[in-house]
């Protein structure tokens, strides 16, 4: 059956579906005439408009997922007991652990051997991690320790941290959406807790909404908690990344387009990705997975690649009672800002712009609509 | 995603078919009892998606996100900017004719030589 035909039979098709049985034959007469190939083509796919198939079933159910690294009850390292498996990222898993020597329960974040694999880049991870440890603030995830294990396929590094007790902000964003009073607070204690990493010379270069934990406690407001400095490099390293590689590193929706076209990471650029966050805080993340999708890390070199633009959405498409002239104010009154400033004062340039431009009184807290 | 269950599958069929039945891996670990689409069924839908695709490129694009990505009619239409009532009605019609395509045995004959 030739193309032009199947068109057809889809036509004839979808105006079928929307028919009712009585009209069905009539249309099916008059459309298909004496084509007997046609109509049997048309009757065949209505055949299958009522029935049930592979189609409506999960592609992916049931796929065996790989074992994790460590049962529960494990003894990890000489000094930490595995609790559970709390969630795997990119970079490995994270368990919760009792570690022995703090007496605490803490987070266990296991480290791929790929990202390792490197020549030097295990000396580089360490020396990221002893910086890290540096840092204390209450936005910034505590590191602890670093630990090694040996397992039968080889030696696993360990990072032991805080165990924070909430959802991760993207959670949090597919099934609520904050208001602009509350986006603008939580975007003004993450530039807290970036512009205490940095004092300590610490870039976290993948922030996004996935790599914070926004922390409940009884009697106090939400407390977002940026984890995953795993791939953070002290600022002015020579070395390019963690990977030793010399491409740029991160999440390309939040990156600095800067970094995208192979500009070397400093503070001011990487609190780009702190205005993305916070841009898209109000908002929710369906339209930050979609970004994603399309905004994949360019190839080619860094001449050929394309800028980004700065604005990541648009006020009327999502949903905020905001003018476009408010926020392109916000996207222009934070950019200058980003680029010569701190992280603290970034997060005080988009909430002070936010409350400037924000006339209309805030939404209600309501969980996004679901198809 | 599409690729990785594809593989997964043919790697399975594969492995069942080997002499060495007992030492299955846990890649060949039968699927019936944990998967909603068995190992032919897998394949069978790949290779329906590709005739599909030849006929009605955007019922093709619909299929596959709502097949393989598990998205609703509404998060098609945000991923690929098109209206809602243009992703159902091509849903439908994916739909129907992949599922056309499997009771012939398109999807199964093409399959075999994989």
Known sequence: ?371 | MRNVLIDYAKKAKAAKRGRDFERVSIESKPVADTTALDLDELIAVANAMDKLQDVDDVAHRVAMLRHYLGMSEKEVAQELELGERTVRRRWQYGRAFLHRELRQGGGSQAAAPG
Not at chain 1, 198 to 215: A, M, T, Y
């Open chain 1, 1 to 371: 059956m030739d193309h032009k035909l199947q068109h057809r039979a889809r036509d004839i098709f979808l105006e079928a579906c929307e028919s009712t049985e009585a009209e069905r034959e009539a249309l099916l007469a008059s459309a298909c005439g004496n084509e007997a190939e046609l109509r049997r083509e048309v009757e065949a796919l209505l055949a299958e408009f009522n029935n049930s198939g592979p189609l409506d079933l999960p592609a992916a159910a049931g796929i065996p997922i790989s074992g994790d690294m460590f049962e529960p009850g494990a003894s990890v390292a000489g000094r930490f007991e595995i609790v559970r498996l709390i969630g795997r990222g990119g970079m490995g898993e994270v368990y919760e652990a009792h570690d022995s020597t703090l007496n605490e329960r803490v987070a266990l974040k296991t480290i791929s051997a790929e990202w390792l694999a490197e020549a030097g880049a295990r000396s580089r991870f360490l020396r990221e991690i002893r910086l890290a440890r540096a840092v204390s603030h209450p936005n910034v995830c505590r590191i602890y320790d670093h630990a090694s294990h040996e397992t039968a396929d080889g030696r696993v590094d360990l990072v032991s941290m805080k165990l924070l007790e909430g959802e991760t902000l993207a959670c949090r964003l597919e099934t609520a959406r904050l208001n602009l009073d509350e986006a603008m607070a939580m975007a003004r204690a993450l530039a807290e807790g970036l512009d205490a990493a940095h004092r300590e010379g610490v870039l976290h270069l993948d922030l996004k909404p996935s790599n914070v934990i926004v922390v409940e406690a009884k009697g106090r407001a939400p407390t977002p908690v940026i984890t995953d400095f795993g791939i953070a490099r002290s600022a002015g390293a020579e070395t390019a990344t963690l990977t030793g590689e010399t491409r740029p590193i991160g999440t390309p929706q939040y990156m600095a387009p800067e970094l995208l076209r192979g500009k070397s990471p400093a503070p001011p650029l990487t609190c780009i990705p702190l205005a993305r966050c916070c841009t898209n805080l109000p908002v929710g993340s369906a339209r930050s997975r979609r970004a994603v999708h399309r905004r994949r890390l360019p190839s080619g070199s860094p001449a050929q690649r394309p800028s980004f633009p700065n604005c990541v959405s648009k006020p009327e498409a999502a949903g905020l009672p905001l003018s476009s002239g408010a926020w392109l104010s916000i996207q222009t009154n934070a950019r200058p800002a980003l680029l010569r400033s701190s992280a603290c004062s970034t997060g005080r340039s988009c909430y002070d712009a936010g409350r400037d431009s924000f006339s209309a009184p805030s939404p209600p807290w309501r969980p996004p609509p679901h198809s």
